[in-house]
């Protein structure tokens, strides 16, 4: 019933920022948890940042001190404002959301993804 749609992606130059958006189709409340992945060509999925319905964040070795994830409720919708991008951060970024159920599994709804390019 609710749908994660990434945007702000495209080609940078290294050193830029940028920032990446994911808008859910309703509250995000709801959620446990929300947070990016990347994958770059020939890599595994890699965790970006994780941010919890508290608050608590989470961030991958290779995005400390460079990237931060945010919240706002109100517009539903979670950033990754991204610093001093590297060749390397080259990657679909996807947008994920994880609901942990009462009763039956927990639930996991994915974004089609964003591409980040980063080159000179």
């Known amino acids: 019933q609710v749908q994660l749609v990434e945007s702000g992606g495209g080609l940078v130059q290294p050193g830029a920022s940028l920032r990446l958006s994911c808008a859910a189709s309703?509250?995000?409340?709801?959620?446990?948890?929300m947070g990016w992945y990347r994958q770059a060509p020939g890599k595994e999925r890699e965790l970006v940042a994780r941010i919890g319905s508290s608050g608590s964040t989470n961030y991958g070795d290779s995005v400390k001190g460079r990237f931060i994830i945010s919240r706002d409720n109100v517009k539903n919708t979670v950033y990754l404002q991204m610093a001093n991008l590297k060749p390397e951060d080259t990657a679909v970024y996807s947008c994920y959301a994880r609901q942990v159920r009462s009763v039956g599994p927990d639930v996991e709804i994915w974004g089609q993804g964003t591409l980040v390019t980063v080159s000179s």
């Open positions: 309703r509250s995000i409340f709801i959620f446990n948890a």
